[in-house]
């Protein structure tokens, strides 16, 4: 199983600043991907990040919105750019467990309040 | 497209009584997966089963079942002699198949509560 480590965990901010989110895994994994959870909502796939690629953004997400990084096989970030309030969710990393479960575990989210 | 639906928004039953919350899902791919996440009051998901479209049987795992009908779509969760730690809210999902198991869709969840 992997261990996904979220940061922040929870952050206030100011409408028109941006903050990035850091997600660590403790094992190297191929593809990481972002999800928001709008308050009292499911969940909404943000976008696919593969090592060494550009992010591959779902319909409705844009990479001036969520711009996302990929240094490595274990370390992931995502922007929230020019936040506003509608940006207040929570913000889970989450990977592929590519054993016999094919389980997408996901970190315990980044849950951001703006202001 | 894919669509998963869980019709009932909240649910609350006393514990020990047993309760079934409903997953309907909507795709027209023949190989797929189903699952079922919790998510605690503390916010993270926690696993809970992955179905393959091909295996109809259900599975029990302690005081958790699984009935998964292709012939209706559905894929339903029972908790038999619920406890308060069960409460929780409950996502049912479904992979994309173009991406394997890794894109998931999930419905709106259900919000269980367990009364002591």
């Known amino acids: 199983s992997a261990v996904i480590s979220q940061k922040p965990s929870r952050d206030i901010c100011q409408r028109g600043t941006s903050l990035t989110i850091q997600c660590q895994v403790d094992s190297q994994v191929t593809m990481m991907f972002w999800y928001r959870q709008q308050p009292g909502q499911s969940l909404t796939l943000i976008a696919t990040a593969n090592q060494g690629s550009e992010a591959t953004y779902e319909s409705g997400f844009v990479i001036d919105k969520f711009p996302i990084s990929r240094p490595n096989l274990t370390f992931s970030t995502l922007t929230v750019s020019n936040m506003s309030p509608e940006d207040s969710s929570i913000y889970l990393c989450?990977?592929?467990?590519?054993?016999?479960?094919?389980?997408?575990?996901f970190g315990e989210g980044s849950r951001l309040t703006v202001l | 497209a894919q669509k998963v639906t869980q019709a009932q928004t909240e649910i609350s039953v006393v514990e020990k009584e047993d309760v079934t919350l409903d997953c309907v899902y909507e795709?027209?791919?023949?190989?797929?997966?189903l699952f079922w996440y919790k998510q605690p009051p503390s916010g993270e998901l926690v696993f809970l089963i992955r179905?393959?479209?091909?295996?109809?049987q259900n599975e029990i795992s302690g005081r958790y079942s699984w009935n998964f009908q292709k012939s209706t779509s559905s894929f339903n969760f029972t908790i038999t002699a619920s406890q308060v730690v069960d409460s929780a809210v409950y996502f049912c999902a479904l992979s994309d198949p173009n991406f394997g198991n890794e894109k998931l869709t999930f419905g709106t969840g259900t919000r269980l509560t367990i009364i002591p």
């Open positions: 989450s990977v592929l467990d590519m054993g016999l479960t094919g389980e997408l575990f």
């Open positions: 795709t027209r791919d023949t190989t797929y997966y």
């Open positions: 179905r393959n479209s091909f295996d109809e």
